[in-house]
């Protein structure tokens, strides 16, 4: 017997799914507009609302692409409070431009980042500003078709395939399976280091069969040395190690697991994503860091969540000591150069035709 709570979500998802499929036809039909553009642009998105590493996956294809050609990254900056085209750099506060464009621009000290809403007028006026540019990268664009970009990267994390999910309130899925054909590449992200040959063809074999591109990568994430916010010290985390863990994104199980692998005692406070600190907050994490006994302990958060704890100014001295972010990047499993191949022939391509 079907409970009434979830008949009323899949006839929900069923009215969304229909909304989202009226909106693509539109599109189709040319009856909403889609905007080319005479120089490269990359897509990098998902069907699934939240967590599966786009902002990691940006700032490794960037900083690839930034030794061949400029390079600009285009947000939309979600949950600013400022409007409009706005560049960001690594002194913005996250208020103005959002955490991750913030995030970005400090690992990106080679290529531009801006954000703008309205993903068309972005783009003119980055070719208006700089006629140097090479290859706009869009950030979380996939379902923005106002733009028509040349390269779509679907990302579909290996825990919570888009082809196990259903659609939005049901499940996560922005939008139904069949839009993973628009994608020119799907990567499958933090897939574990331990899966094997079969197990990742079992999923491509998933894949292919809803319909998504023949080209289809791995890869995982990887984890640096605990770095400290506000300050060039690094740390190091051993089993005899107290960790308390802070967290303001989407899917934070992968990065407690790891430290789990690392140290005996992990403590989690985890907020909600894109979480807004407070002086309130830091009083928690305070409270929680001096609950943790032994001299053998630290905080660590992500540099998304390290972005915004920065600005706040009332953070105790021994606070500020113990306070690391976890750097991360991008690993393909394999088939890496095949992948980078495809996208600089793609970039390179397109910017000798302009």
């Not at 553009?37 to 294809?61: D, E, M, Q, R």
């Not at 679907?154 to 939008?175: A, C, F, I, Q």
């Not at 000591?321 to 970039?347: C, G, M, R, W």
């Amino acid at each position: 017997m079907i409970m009434p709570g979830k008949l009323l979500m899949r006839s929900a998802s069923k009215l969304y799914g229909m909304a989202v499929a009226l909106r693509h036809l539109l599109y189709d039909l040319g009856i909403f507009r889609s905007h080319a553009f005479s120089l490269p642009v990359i897509c990098v998105g998902n069907i699934t609302a939240g967590g599966t590493g786009k902002t990691p996956h940006v700032i490794y294809l960037a900083e690839r692409l930034s030794s061949h050609v400029p390079v600009t990254v285009l947000s939309r900056g979600y949950l600013r409070k400022s409007h409009g085209f706005r560049e960001v750099t690594n002194a913005s506060l996250t208020a103005d431009a959002g955490d991750e464009p913030v995030m970005m621009a400090q690992a990106l000290p080679r290529a531009r980042v801006f954000v703008d809403r309205n993903r068309v007028n972005g783009i003119r006026e980055i070719l208006r500003s700089f006629p140097d540019t090479g290859v706009v990268i869009l950030d979380d664009g996939f379902q923005h078709r106002a733009v028509k970009a040349g390269m779509y990267i679907l990302l579909t994390d290996w825990n919570r395939l888009m082809t196990r999910d259903s659609l939005l309130p049901l499940g996560m899925l922005r939008e139904n399976i069949h839009a993973a054909g628009r994608a020119s590449v799907v990567i499958v992200t933090k897939t574990p280091r331990a899966a094997t040959e079969a197990a990742r063809e079992e999923v491509r074999s998933e894949l292919l069969a809803a319909g998504t591109p023949a080209s289809i990568f791995f890869t995982t994430l990887a984890y640096g040395k605990p770095s400290n916010l506000y300050s060039d010290r690094t740390a190091v985390i051993t089993r005899n190690t107290s960790v308390l863990l802070v967290t303001g994104i989407a899917n934070p199980l992968p990065l407690k697991e790891y430290l789990e692998e690392k140290a005996d005692n992990v403590t989690h406070l985890a907020f909600p994503d894109h979480h807004s600190y407070t002086s309130s907050d830091v009083r928690r994490i305070t409270s929680a860091f001096g609950a943790i006994t032994g001299p053998d302990k630290i905080i660590v958060t992500t540099s998304k969540d390290g972005v915004r704890l920065k600005e706040i100014a009332n953070i105790a001295d021994h606070v500020r000591e113990a306070l690391h972010y976890l750097p991360v990047s991008v690993q393909f499993i394999d088939n890496e150069e095949e992948f980078l191949t495809k996208v600089y022939s793609y970039a390179g391509k397109d910017h000798q035709d302009r």
